[in-house]
């Protein structure tokens, strides 16, 4: 059960694009949009995590080429992630919503999110805890994800609003940067370890 808490809490603190929009509302519209928005994703992380726990996703990838098409899409979009972090110059590079989004983009968000789905299918797929029931196997996945999920996204919700008030030099804030592009390009491994099997 560790190498399983573990595996989830690497998985879900590396930067993707569910905590980086969720930092980038808090930052441009406070903490009352960015936890309407993070509620949203919340329940569609939960709602993709059934999906591949239920099987409905591993029938989807049976598809001739799609998950190549997908793999495909997801570490361009995970890549084009990073090289805009690190090259965003002396400004914060969490990514900036233009309107105020609420639960159903959040909700949104994570169908199109290629992490939610590659950190659910390495979670669910693999990394048994050794229930004998399949059920109280599943529950026991959704409860240990969802008790660090939580805590996870909202923390970058608050470090998006903090970083915003804070008045960082040059320097430093192209150090974070960069920081955010090497843990992204780490996701973007991920997602290549993971389309190869």
Not at 14 to 28: C, E, M
Not at 40 to 63: H, K
Request: charged letters at 10%; proline letters at 5%; a positive charge.
């Amino acid at each position: 059960m560790m190498t399983f808490t573990l595996a989830v809490l690497f998985l879900l603190i590396t930067p993707g694009p569910g905590v980086l929009t969720v930092a980038g509302i808090g930052a441009g519209f406070g903490a009352r949009r960015g936890a309407l928005f993070g509620a949203g994703l919340f329940v569609g992380t939960n709602l993709v995590a059934l999906l591949v726990a239920t099987g409905l996703w591993a029938s989807l990838e049976t598809v001739p080429y799609l998950t190549d098409i997908l793999l495909g899409i997801s570490v361009a979009f995970l890549a084009y992630l990073a090289f805009k972090i690190a090259f965003s110059g002396s400004e914060i590079a969490f990514r900036k919503a233009t309107r105020k989004p609420g639960a159903l983009d959040g909700l949104f968000l994570q169908f199109v999110n290629p992490k939610a789905y590659a950190v659910n299918t390495t979670l669910f797929a693999g990394l048994p805890l050794g229930f004998a029931d399949p059920v109280t196997e599943i529950a026991m996945k959704f409860l240990i994800i969802n008790l660090i999920w939580v805590p996870v996204h909202f923390g970058w919700l608050f470090l998006g609003i903090t970083l915003k008030r804070l008045d960082l030099p040059p320097r430093t804030q192209r150090w974070i940067n960069y920081a955010m592009a090497v843990a992204m390009l780490a996701v973007v491994a991920l997602a290549l370890v993971a389309g190869g099997k």
